[in-house]
């Protein structure tokens, strides 16, 4: 367990919003369907129909923000009404460590920061030997049933959990080394198929889901919908249901992030602690929020040697 506080920051906050950039607004380019780079395909989560399926409200769109939206003076695009899941296998071009990261970008369960915290951390991650599996979950998902703040986007990171390890052998994967990455409400799903993975939340469609959906270790960065709702006590949303069984977990934070609180961070951290779960936590005094892996003037952004070492002191690659 580490705590890192960093308190000597510039005075200025980086207010951004990966959220819901706005409502959607600010859209310089659009274009339907996005695609991954060439030399990659995405292929469908599922094999037929998707469990509980609903309506959107339009086809699937790409958009690109404006000037004022941009990280690290560039822009980034984002995915809407994403009906039918997707995953993209990036696999290491060098060496291999055997270990591999599925990637949830943010978006407030609203949209997807595809390239941002999506393409943008599979070429870091396989630079590094890690295989990276980007999961383009349902969007925008409604908060009913049980699990009230992303059911939909559940259920798709149980179903790549399982491909994944299913497909182990043929992607040259360690089925024991396999785990999960995510960025705001992205990071929330890490806590969520943390700690919901004893019983897939949809009915088994084939082989991959006789396969476990624990992930291995999760990293988790500035999430949200991890203080409770109420909001008027320090303690976790009753929705992650923290065991001795969740998985070792990094957790990042900003704690002038305007979008998601840092009791976030601060409240899962506490619970895995007292459940026993080894649990490394780096807390900034700025850095605002979806800074993703672009590099600011504010330290935080510097955190991606933080999760290398952290991944080698748990045994996922060596150190």
């Known amino acids: ?3 890192r506080y960093n308190k000597r920051m ?3 906050s980086l207010v951004f919003a990966v959220g819901v950039v706005c409502a959607c607004g600010g859209l310089s380019a659009q274009k339907s369907t996005w695609q991954p780079s060439p030399g990659h395909t995405q292929v469908p989560l599922w094999p037929g129909a998707v469990p509980d399926a609903r309506p959107v409200t339009g086809p699937e769109t790409v958009a690109t923000t404006e000037t004022k939206e941009f990280v690290a003076g560039s822009p980034w695009f984002y995915v ?3 009906s039918r899941p997707t995953i993209t296998v990036y696999s290491p071009k060098g060496k291999n460590t055997g270990a591999a990261v599925i990637v949830f970008p943010g978006g407030g369960y609203q949209i997807l920061a595809i390239d941002l915290e999506g393409t943008e951390i599979c070429d870091w991650l396989t630079s590094k030997g890690i295989t990276a599996v980007l999961l383009k ?3 925008p998902t409604e908060r009913v049933g ?4 992303s059911p939909l986007a559940l259920q798709d990171a149980q179903r790549a959990l399982g491909l994944v390890r299913f497909h182990a052998a043929e992607w040259h994967i360690d089925p024991h ?3 999960v990455i995510g960025f705001s409400a992205g990071g929330h799903m890490v806590a969520a198929v943390s700690t919901h993975f004893d019983k897939r939340s949809y009915p088994e469609v084939d082989a991959a889901d006789k396969e476990s959906c624990r992930p291995d270790f999760a990293v988790a960065l500035y999430p949200g919908h991890l203080w409770s ?3 008027k006590t320090f303690e976790l949303n009753p929705d992650v249901p923290v065991t001795s069984h969740t998985p070792p977990t990094f957790l990042l934070q900003a704690e002038d992030d305007p979008v998601d609180n840092v009791n976030n961070s601060l409240v899962y951290y506490a619970a895995l602690k007292k459940a026993g779960v080894p649990v490394e936590m780096h807390l900034y005094a700025q850095g605002g929020h979806g800074f993703g892996l672009r590099r600011t003037k504010f330290p935080i952004t510097e955190w991606p040697p933080l999760v290398e ?3 080698g002191t748990i045994g996922m690659i060596s150190e």
């Not at 049980?146 to 703040?149: E, M, S, V």
Request: aromatic share 12%.
């Open 10 to 12: 510039i005075l200025t």
């Open 309 to 311: 070492t952290w991944l």
């Open 177 to 179: 080394k396999i785990g």
């Open 1 to 3: 367990m580490l705590i």
């Open 137 to 139: 979950y349902r969007v």
């Open 80 to 82: 809407s009404n994403v």
């Open 146 to 149: 049980q699990y009230r703040q």
């Open 229 to 231: 709702s109420d909001r």
